[in-house]
Antibody, heavy 124, light 113 residues
Framework: QVQLQQSGPGLVKPSQTLSLTCAIS??????????WNWIRQSPSRGLEWLGR?????????DYAVSVESRISINADTSKNQFSLQLNSVTPEDTAVYYC??????????????WGQGTTVTVSS | DIVMTQSPDSLAVSLGERATINCKSS????????????LAWYQQKSGQPPKLIIY???TRESGVPDRFSGSGSGTDFTLTISSLQAEDVAVYYC?????????FGQGTKVEIK
C-alpha cells in the first residue's frame, strides 16, 4: 500500500520560502511508472497543479507557468522522498498543499495517491 | 491552459435517486494515439484529500462502488451516481491530464435532499 507523508511548517512569512517534504512508502521516487506532483487547494483558486517530477531514464520536471519562476521540485533518492520549494511567497500562496502520485503505464492515469495535506498560511 | 467547467455548482438529490454532474473542457482531451480521454473524476469529503474514482473518463478505480460511472469523450463528460447513498455527500471534481498544466474543474457539491 502506497502512502505519502507530508511534513513542513504551517506558517511562512511573506517574501520567505515555503518548503515541504513528501516521504514515500510502498513505491520509489525513482520509479519510471509514476510522476510525483504537488497540488494546492484554496477557496479562491480551487485545485491548482503546481508541478511534478518523474524519471524516464533521466529526471524530468514540469512546472505551472504561474509559479515557474519561484518553484523547485526535487527528488531525494537516498531518503525516497520529494520536496517542494516555493520562493518569495505572498498571502496568495496560502493554501492546503498536497503531494500526489500519478501512475504511468504506456498511458497516464489519474492521481491515485494523495498525502494528508498541509495547511500553509503566509502571514507576518 | 485547458479550462474545465463543471455544472451544476451544487445539487441536492434524494437518497436512492440519480445524481449527474457535467464537465466540459475548453479543448479535446482525447489522446488519438491510444483513443483514451485523459479525464479523471475525484470525490472530496470534508477535511480529506480528493479521492480518485474514475480515470480515462470511464474506468472505475479499484474499490470504487459500481454506482459511480463516467462517460463522454472529447470535450464533454459526465459523472453519474446511479443511486445516491448518504456516504456520497461530497464535492466532486473533474481533472484533465492531457496537457500541462493539468487543470481541475471548480467542483460540484452533492447533498441529500
Amino acid at each position: 500500500q502506497v502512502q505519502l507523508q507530508q511534513s513542513g511548517p504551517g506558517l511562512v512569512k511573506p517574501s520567505q520560502t515555503l518548503s515541504l517534504t513528501c516521504a514515500i512508502s510502498g513505491d520509489s521516487v525513482s520509479s519510471n511508472s509514476v510522476a510525483w506532483n504537488w497540488i494546492r487547494q484554496s477557496p479562491s483558486r480551487g485545485l491548482e497543479w503546481l508541478g511534478r517530477t518523474y524519471y524516464r531514464s533521466e529526471r524530468y520536471n514540469d512546472y505551472a507557468v504561474s509559479v515557474e519562476s519561484r518553484i523547485s521540485i526535487n527528488a531525494d533518492t537516498s531518503k525516497n522522498q520529494f520536496s517542494l520549494q516555493l520562493n518569495s511567497v505572498t498571502p496568495e500562496d496560502t493554501a492546503v498543499y498536497y503531494c500526489v502520485r500519478q501512475r504511468y503505464s504506456s498511458s497516464w492515469y489519474g492521481m491515485d495517491v494523495w498525502g494528508q495535506g498541509t495547511t500553509v498560511t503566509v502571514s507576518s | 491552459d485547458i479550462v474545465m467547467t463543471q455544472s451544476p455548482d451544487s445539487l441536492a438529490v434524494s437518497l436512492g435517486e440519480r445524481a449527474t454532474i457535467n464537465c466540459k473542457s475548453s479543448q479535446s482531451v482525447l489522446y488519438s494515439s491510444n483513443n483514451k480521454n485523459y479525464l479523471a473524476w475525484y470525490q472530496q469529503k470534508s477535511g480529506q484529500p480528493p479521492k480518485l474514482i474514475i480515470y480515462w473518463a470511464s474506468t472505475r478505480e479499484s474499490g470504487v462502488p459500481d454506482r459511480f460511472s463516467g462517460s463522454g469523450s472529447g470535450t464533454d463528460f459526465t459523472l453519474t451516481i446511479s443511486s445516491l447513498q448518504a456516504e456520497d455527500v461530497a464535492v466532486y471534481y473533474c481533472h484533465q491530464y492531457y496537457r500541462t498544466p493539468q487543470t481541475f474543474g471548480q467542483g460540484t457539491k452533492v447533498e441529500i435532499k
